[in-house]
């Protein structure tokens, strides 16, 4: 089992018996080579696993989103439907909804509006893409389960949009140099902090209802149940 997350707290989180994971959501090409390179190692299936922006108002910070099909720039990418049957049973206060890839952060509420038009995706993050593409490409299971963190109405003020790193690590050094040249964006960090930490807690719980192998255990029992 792979688990692709764009923070490395994320993956701190997909972590478990029978998951492996990989963080870098700073980098679209260098997280699908990071990609290719785990899939070379071997897995039976991919599960995109971390936070997400809200595209509707309807979801605030700390919704739990089970992806129904993920919406790429230039095509879509199927879930596997049994996985995401187990997923849903395992997770009651989920939603089922489709959700938007992108390679760079959608900032600012026009923005997430329009995507939400175009795509009728109801959240967006920087990493599905790119694993629902690995997972059709080497035919391996896909889903993804991400939790709200930025709501629809928010503008991502200047050291949101620079923070991540490629490795999936926080630039601190230079979310520090953009808060020295505009202080004033300092409140609005910290409420982004606040609605990260309630996702987060969401993902945490989430994984917990899931357990090993991040739900995809269901579908060996169901297996086993057939035969």
């Given amino acids: 089992m792979l688990a692709i997350c ?4 994320e993956a701190r989180l997909a972590a478990g018996p ?8 700073g980098s679209s ?9 785990e899939l070379a190692a071997g897995a039976a299936a991919i599960i995109s696993f971390g936070i997400a922006g809200a595209l509707v108002s ?19 990418f199927p ?10 049973r395992r997770l009651p206060a989920a939603i089922e909804a489709p959700l938007a890839g992108r390679d760079t952060l959608v900032g600012d509420p026009d923005s997430k509006a329009r995507l939400h038009t175009e795509t009728g995706a109801s959240a967006v993050d920087m990493e599905s893409h790119i694993a629902a593409r690995a997972a059709a490409e080497h035919g391996l299971p896909f889903v993804a389960l991400r939790a709200i963190a930025d709501p629809l109405a928010r503008t991502l003020p200047p050291a949101a949009l620079i923070a991540m790193r490629a490795d999936g690590g926080i630039d601190l050094h ?7 040249h505009s202080p004033r964006q300092l ?4 409420r ?13 719980r989430g994984r917990r209802l899931l357990g090993n192998r991040l739900g995809y255990a269901d579908l060996d029992e169901l297996v086993l149940h057939v035969i």
Avoid: F, K, Y
Avoid at 174 to 180: D, G, H, M, P, T
């Fill in 6 to 9: 764009g923070l490395g707290v």
């Fill in 18 to 25: 029978g998951v492996r994971t990989l963080a870098g959501g």
């Fill in 29 to 37: 090409l260098a997280l699908a080579n990071a990609i290719e390179r």
């Fill in 58 to 76: 309807q979801l605030a910070p700390g919704a739990l989103i089970v992806a129904s099909t993920i919406v790429g720039s230039a095509e879509n």
């Fill in 79 to 88: 879930v596997d439907a049994q996985w995401t049957s187990a997923l849903l």
């Fill in 174 to 180: 230079a979310v520090l140099r953009s808060v020295a």
């Fill in 187 to 190: 409140p609005q960090l910290l």
């Fill in 192 to 204: 982004i902090a606040l609605d990260a930490q309630r996702a987060l807690g969401t993902l945490a």
